[in-house]
């Protein structure tokens, strides 16, 4: 299956060694996004993945292009618009002390300022079977929005599949308030085959009731089951992190028409959060993209969540032995 991601390249800008930004005069540059972080994952798996999206015509946007094509992803549909690339700066949090994202320049980037008329989509859905578009593109701006639900749109028509992520950011919406975007994501939604979100994106989003007579795990199935059959959504994922002591737990879900599964509890151990749940993501694709069944999707991409843990920066670069080895050993620490 030929896998596609239509989002925003940003450029992460990270002081070393734990270092706030009041303590370093280096940072280290990496390019990353979600789509990025997922696809580059895939395409470690031998999925063939590409980006649509937009940079600057500028040294920066080379050197995303060149970063996108050193991890494995198709640059052909990556356009040249505008001056700017969103950015953001990541301090590393170091045992109470939690990693600090801080933003700038998110709406006025290449990706900000693309409409649905800067894209070939036509052509570009002519060459994927499936779509993974993130819910930011519907926080960012009046064009991103529209772009994205003229692709899902097309997508649909055109019998592509189509995966969305909520990714809901309060932080990029506090002028719009909720009501503005239960409204886009209403829209959205009709046109999805796989959907990746929470019980939260559902209540506190979409306005969904629990029903209170209900234990708390039938509370969940139950408004999920409502979701998809509203929607007609084939299959919904995402994860659920739990707290034992000092220890974390993380824990995907995987439903589908008429099945839901859990993965067993693996403990995280947290090198850098950030993008983790893009592995997780990667995971369920790769499974649902070669038909296998939902214990073994959900199981695999549990394991590859928690590797993503492990790894400095966003994009998670597991393969398909590193995730086994994981799943099969994960006792032996020592590979020689």
């Known amino acids: 299956m030929r896998i596609a991601a239509f989002g925003e390249i940003m450029m992460r800008l990270t002081p070393p060694e734990y270092l706030m930004l009041e303590q370093t005069k ?70 109470p002390r939690p990693t600090q994202v801080t933003y700038q320049n998110r709406r006025n980037s290449s990706f900000g300022i693309s409409g649905a008329s800067d894209y070939d989509l036509d052509a570009f859905l002519e060459e994927i079977d499936l779509i993974h578009i993130c819910g930011i593109s519907l926080s960012l701006t009046e064009k991103t929005r529209e772009a994205a639900l003229v692709l899902a749109e097309k997508a649909h028509k055109k019998g592509k599949k189509v995966c969305f992520d909520f ?6 919406n506090e002028a719009h308030g909720v009501s503005l975007m239960q409204e886009q994501y209403e829209k959205m939604l009709p046109y999805c085959d796989v959907v990746f979100g929470s019980q939260r994106d559902l209540t506190d989003l979409l306005g969904m009731e629990l029903d209170q007579t209900l ?21 919904f994922a995402g994860t659920i992190r ?28 947290n090198l850098d959060r950030i993008g983790a749940g893009d592995g997780y993501a990667a995971g369920i694709l790769l499974g649902y993209s070669e038909s296998w069944s939902l214990v073994e999707t959900v199981e695999f991409a549990t394991a590859n969540g928690v590797l993503a843990h492990t790894i400095q920066g966003d994009v998670p670069l597991t393969t398909r032995k590193q995730v086994k080895h994981l799943m099969e050993q994960p006792t032996v620490d020592l590979i020689r």
């Open 26 to 95: 280096e940072l280290r540059l990496d390019f990353t996004g979600t789509g990025v972080n997922i696809l580059s994952n895939l395409a470690h798996f031998g999925t063939q993945t590409s980006l649509l999206t937009n940079l600057p015509d500028n040294r920066l946007g080379e050197a995303a292009k060149a970063s996108v094509r050193q991890l494995g992803i198709q640059d052909c549909w990556i356009g040249s618009l505008g001056d700017h690339i969103g950015s953001y700066f990541a301090e590393m949090g170091f045992g």
């Open 215 to 235: 234990d708390v795990s039938e509370q969940f199935e139950r408004v999920v089951r409502q979701f998809m059959a509203k929607y007609q959504i084939e299959h």
């Open 242 to 269: 739990q707290g034992e002591g000092d220890r974390r737990y993380l824990t995907g879900f995987l439903f589908d028409a008429e099945n839901y599964v859990q993965a067993a509890p693996r403990q995280i151990i």
């Open 167 to 172: 990714n809901f950011r309060p932080s990029l």
